[in-house]
């Protein structure tokens, strides 16, 4: 069958659990991890212009509003070295030929930064949780797109440093 021509995975609508606990009508908005390449500029003996290089990858968080203090999500913070939480975003992306698909992050960090925003009486107020990650694990329709963590990087469930690490003697 022949894929559609019609706009594919829109995202219309999202989910986040924290600790294993569902935040169904909880949350305002979420901003997943956002994997990005260190780049280095560099420029050797006889090179007439810098290239850039990649040296890994920046480190990864992801933040969420809530309109209220969940206590829930509050104790989150400010946990021992050491302990990691896992968190669960889920997106429901719909093809405009009616497809629904599962878009499934898998996410270990720490709760770093539970932010409070401004209160005044008669607005909502907005409450800002930012989340570093330690592990993140992105699937469409059971399928891995990126899997990475401190010592590896996957796309589409293949090492893209298994020769470095075999290099290491890893």
């Given at each position: 069958m022949a894929a559609s021509n019609l706009p594919r995975y829109l995202l219309r609508?999202?989910?986040?659990?924290?600790?294993?606990?569902?935040?169904?009508?909880?949350?305002?908005?979420?901003?997943?991890?956002?994997?990005?390449?260190?780049?280095?500029?560099?420029?050797?003996?006889?090179?007439?212009?810098?290239?850039?290089?990649?040296?890994?990858?920046?480190?990864?968080?992801?933040?969420?509003?809530?309109?209220?203090l969940d206590p829930q999500v509050l104790k989150l913070f400010g946990l021992r070295p050491g302990v990691?939480?896992?968190?669960?975003?889920?997106?429901?992306?719909v093809d405009e030929d009616g497809t629904t698909?599962?878009?499934?992050?898998?996410?270990?960090?720490?709760?770093?930064?539970?932010?409070?925003?401004?209160?005044?009486?008669g607005d909502m107020a907005e409450n800002d949780n930012a989340v570093a990650v330690n592990y993140y694990k992105l699937e469409i329709d059971g399928n891995e797109i990126y899997e990475m963590d401190d010592?590896?990087?996957?796309?589409g469930g293949v090492s893209q440093y298994g020769d470095i690490r075999n290099a290491l003697l890893l």
């Open positions: 609508d999202c989910m986040l659990w924290a600790d294993r606990e569902s935040q169904l009508g909880q949350i305002g908005d979420i901003t997943p991890p956002v994997p990005e390449s260190k780049m280095e500029d560099m420029r050797n003996a006889g090179m007439i212009k810098p290239r850039k290089i990649k040296l890994g990858f920046e480190g990864l968080e992801f933040s969420f509003k809530m309109p209220g990691e939480t896992p968190f669960m975003i889920t997106g429901a992306t698909h599962s878009a499934v992050m898998t996410i270990r960090g720490s709760l770093y930064k539970p932010d409070h925003g401004t209160w005044k009486g010592f590896d990087f996957k796309v």
